[in-house]
């Protein structure tokens, strides 16, 4: 993980980020200055792959900051922008998909749009040793999701809440998790 103030832009956002949660609203401004550039350039991205309006996608990633700034903790190891990033580049790129596939549903063009790939299943015998390698919050969401490492089988979303992270990046988690597990497992 990113160390939390490696520079002092970095040290910036997360005092900004601590005033936002206070209630300040001038801090949480400036952080939207700070992540807009951010935003836009990921929603040019999005926009050109999915052939959707960029604009909306900015503006879905800029309604992640609120729920970025409530979940930030610091002691994760995270910069702000990159706490930031997770969360709103899973919304765009889930409104991106999603627009596309109405635009597919009603007959338009039809966009290059990968099916998402199923879950993989997980031997929980072969898993144990590969498991300690992970980060312990991958771990738990990978172990929640998957009902490995003695737990039971849970949505996403409730596996976040166990692990005490935001519900945007339990999905980022359990990718990051599976793809390690693929890689160390086989």
């Given at each position: ?15 900004l ?41 900015c ?29 709103a ?94 890689r160390?497992?086989?």
């Open positions: 993980m990113v160390a939390a103030a490696r520079s002092p832009a970095h040290a910036r956002h997360a005092e980020c601590r005033r936002a949660q206070a209630g300040d609203r001038a801090a949480l401004g400036e952080l939207a200055a700070a992540v807009l550039p951010w935003c836009r350039r990921k929603s040019g991205k999005y926009g050109r792959s999915f052939r959707v309006d960029r604009d909306d996608l503006q879905a990633g800029m309604m992640r900051l609120a729920a970025a700034v409530r979940g930030f903790r610091p002691e994760l190891g995270f910069t702000f922008l990159n706490w930031f990033a997770r969360c580049a899973r919304r765009m790129l889930l409104d991106a998909r999603t627009e596309a596939a109405r635009r597919d549903r009603e007959g338009a063009p039809r966009d290059a749009i990968e099916p998402a790939a199923p879950a993989p299943e997980f031997d929980p015998g072969r898993v144990g040793p590969a498991l300690a390698a992970l980060d312990p919050v991958v771990r738990a969401i990978v172990e929640h999701v998957h009902g490995v490492g003695g737990r039971k089988r849970v949505p996403v979303e409730e596996a976040a809440e166990r692990a005490g992270v935001p519900a945007c990046w339990a999905g980022m988690f359990l990718a990051e998790g599976e793809a390690r597990l693929r160390l497992v086989g």
